[in-house]
């Protein structure tokens, strides 16, 4: 066993048996404390577990990698992942914590009617999903390399890890496994991040330094015939980063499991700060991967900039094996580097395996490599357990209890939640071996059918009572349809794309339509009746008023 | 904003003004918290991008800057400035929850 598998191991081990130990001890048996955690959990806690649950296989494996290869359009990544944290706090957060439900699909039910709620919960089993694929996939890419499996292996072996504590502990298990995750998967980035940043700039603190090598960056990447690094628009048109950026936002803050995340906080007022650590938490990941962008592709290129191929770094021959690192045949020295195969560049390089890599790239000693794996894998895991709890509670709460079978006892829809919990990993596993692109791309398709579905009608159920059922039904439908077929189109039947308009930026283009189509049959049909006039009215103000406010009075307790 | 520190009207009870006065209060810092968001994002990093890379500080150009760092730190203040800002607000509406959350479980 290398040192490398040593650490890796040990790391694992340690990482999944306080995960399995936590989960264990805060196993529960009540639907609530299963969907919600009975709403109990601290701000700065709930911050974490959000961070953990949001931050995937996506922000920790791939997206410095596909940063390092798109340069500037890799912004996209970075604002559009965090940006849309502004949207949730401002519009959606605190409004949805006073309703005070279980589910997202059980507000929309509320607030417009049963059947948008179907349509709503079958959405968010869709968009749950597609984006549990994309953890299946990174938790796969890590197991295999560190476990010397094929990936179809790596993947089996991250299945039935998730399937163990996400059906055991529910919401309240996951929520506190999550903040161990996100300490876990916060050191595993800052520390190789930190180190490389010492070592290249001679100053410890990457988002402050990295600048300092773009212009040597810029030049190597031309030498090996890649687009300059700060050009802008050099991947995507001006028109599309928009666009995709903007889709990424709106997606975020409509992604069911997400939202559901602030209606565990105790008040309106903790859902406003949760908001504020979780991104503060998130912050501290997505403005380091710009940096390791750069300091692994400035590794990289350096790395075999005029090497002949017997004296290739080590860690080129330890990623061959996985596949995902190729090399051309019959070539003496690399002059081209790409991350597309169909380059037919020298040195092809997967963007996934960037992060993994990074550490071994810049030569860190072994138990750095392990800690890395481990981060990567407490990113995949927390976020794929808290899809799986939505994808069981929109199965269970918000469609077979309410369709099917009314009534039911807790044992009974416990039962039956956790069976859809299984047959969600299981369809997900098989997708994770057979992916429909890169991890962040797939997760990327889960951001535009949430932007063009949810975000609409749940802002307009806020802030424009006059916003009714028929609206919304007709909007979702129109968004989500308009989306789907646009990206099915240009992805799998070859259409071109409309304005340079990419599929990942068309969500955004939904999420408009289904503005539109909601305010306008809104508009045709009779108004909602009064007594949900008066509910919306009331989310508006976090609590009853007091004969004397606050403001007058003293003391107030500001522990958040 | 200076006009927080203004008398707010204290009507007699169950009269509804305050509600809208709280609601309107509310929306204007939603929209100018939302319009320094659409600035720094999409106005400084994307639209304004080009003309702004000429302008370099420490090495980052300055619009690649805002795209990869920049707007990702105002978005945190932004989030910080609304849940300090509500807390205020709420206090002097009196519709905190300081009753709530003394109520541990």
Redesign the interface.
């Given at each position: 066993m290398t040192p490398i598998q040593f650490w890796t191991f040990l790391f694992i081990l340690l990482s999944f048996g306080l995960y399995i130990y936590i989960a264990w001890r805060s196993r529960v048996r009540e639907t609530s404390g299963f969907y919600v955690a009975g709403q109990?959990i601290p701000t700065v806690a709930n911050g974490a577990a959000v961070a953990a649950d949001w931050m995937s296989a996506a922000s920790f494996i791939s997206m410095a990698g596909l940063?390092a290869f798109l340069g500037?359009d890799?912004?996209i990544y970075?604002?559009g992942w965090?940006?849309g944290?502004?949207?949730l706090?401002?519009?959606l957060a605190?409004y949805l914590r006073k309703w005070g439900k279980f589910t997202v699909p059980e507000y929309v039910g509320d607030r417009y009617s049963e059947l948008v709620r179907t349509m709503a919960a079958g959405a968010a089993i869709f968009v749950s999903f597609t984006y549990v694929v994309g953890q299946m996939r990174g938790g796969g890419i890590v197991f295999s390399r560190f476990l010397g499996l094929p990936i179809p292996g790596g993947v089996a072996v991250a299945m039935a890890i998730i399937f163990t504590y996400a059906v055991l502990g529910g919401m309240k298990g996951i929520t506190w496994t999550q903040v161990a995750q996100y300490s876990v998967l916060i050191v595993a980035y800052l520390i190789p991040g930190f180190a490389i940043a010492q070592r290249l700039t001679g100053f410890p603190v990457p988002?402050?330094t990295?600048?300092?090598?773009?212009?040597e960056l810029n030049a190597l990447s031309v030498q090996f015939g890649l687009p300059n690094y700060?050009e802008?628009f050099t991947a995507r048109p001006?028109i599309d980063?928009?666009l995709v950026?903007?889709s990424l936002m709106i997606g975020t803050a409509g992604l069911p499991h997400v939202i559901i995340r602030f209606y565990t906080t105790?008040?309106?007022?903790?859902a406003?700060?949760s908001?504020?650590w979780a991104?503060?938490f998130i912050?501290l990941l997505?403005?380091t991967a710009?940096a390791i962008g750069v300091f692994s592709k400035y590794n990289l290129l350096e790395g075999v900039d005029g090497q002949p191929i017997d004296q290739l770094p080590q860690w080129i021959g330890n990623w061959e094996a996985t596949g995902l690192v190729t090399i051309a045949e019959g070539i003496d020295v690399i002059d081209s580097v790409s991350n597309n195969p169909a380059d037919g560049a020298d040195l092809t390089v997967d963007n996934d395996i960037l992060v993994l890599a990074t550490p071994e790239i810049a030569g860190l000693p072994a138990p750095i490599v392990g800690l890395v794996a481990a981060g990567g894998l407490a990113a995949a895991m927390s976020t794929a357990a808290g899809l799986l709890l939505v994808i069981s509670s929109s199965v269970s709460h918000d469609v077979y209890f309410r369709r099917f079978k009314t009534g039911a006892s807790e044992r009974e829809q416990l039962r039956v939640g956790r069976i859809a919990m299984g047959a969600g990993v299981l369809v997900a596993g098989f997708f994770g071996v057979n992916p429909p692109g890169f991890v962040a791309q797939i997760v990327a398709f889960a951001f535009g059918l949430a932007a063009s579905s949810f975000f609409p009608i749940i802002v307009l159920g806020i802030f424009w009572k006059r916003c009714n059922a028929q609206g919304a039904a007709a909007g979702l439908l129109t968004g989500l349809t308009f989306t789907t077929v646009y990206m099915i189109g240009t992805l799998y039947l070859g259409w071109p794309h409309v304005l340079g308009i990419s599929p990942e930026g068309i969500g955004a283009i939904g999420a408009l339509l289904n503005f539109l189509v909601t305010i306008a049959v809104s508009k045709m049909t009779p108004p909602p009746p009064a007594h949900l006039r008066e509910m919306i009215?009331s989310i508006?103000?976090?609590?009853?008023?007091?004969?004397?406010?606050?403001?007058v009075?003293t003391g107030?307790?500001d522990?958040t | 904003m200076a006009d927080t520190r203004r008398p707010v009207p204290?009507p007699p009870?169950g009269d509804d003004s305050?509600?809208e006065e709280?609601?309107r209060r509310?929306l204007r810092l939603?929209v100018l918290?939302?319009s320094i968001?659409f600035l720094v994002?999409?106005v400084l990093?994307?639209?304004l991008?080009?003309p702004l890379?000429n302008i370099v500080?420490?090495?980052?150009?300055l619009?690649?800057?805002f795209?990869?760092?920049g707007?990702?730190?105002v978005?945190?203040l932004?989030?910080?400035v609304?849940?300090v800002r509500?807390?205020r607000l709420?206090?002097?509406?009196?519709?905190?929850?300081?009753?709530?959350?003394?109520d541990v479980?």
């Open positions: 109990g940063v500037y890799g912004a970075l604002m965090t940006g944290y502004v949207l706090a401002l519009l605190p988002q402050v990295f600048g300092t090598l773009l212009n700060t802008p001006q980063v928009f950026t903007l105790r008040t309106v007022r903790g406003r700060y908001a504020f991104l503060l912050a997505y403005t710009p009215e508006r103000y976090p609590a009853a008023r007091r004969a004397v406010p606050a403001a009075a107030r307790s522990r | 204290q009870p305050w509600q709280y609601w509310n939603m918290l939302l968001w994002s999409y990093g994307i639209l991008v080009e890379n500080i420490g090495g980052f150009p619009g690649f800057w795209a990869q760092q707007s990702i730190y978005f945190v932004l989030i910080l609304y849940a509500m807390d709420d206090q002097e509406f009196g519709v905190d929850e300081r009753d709530e959350e003394e479980r």
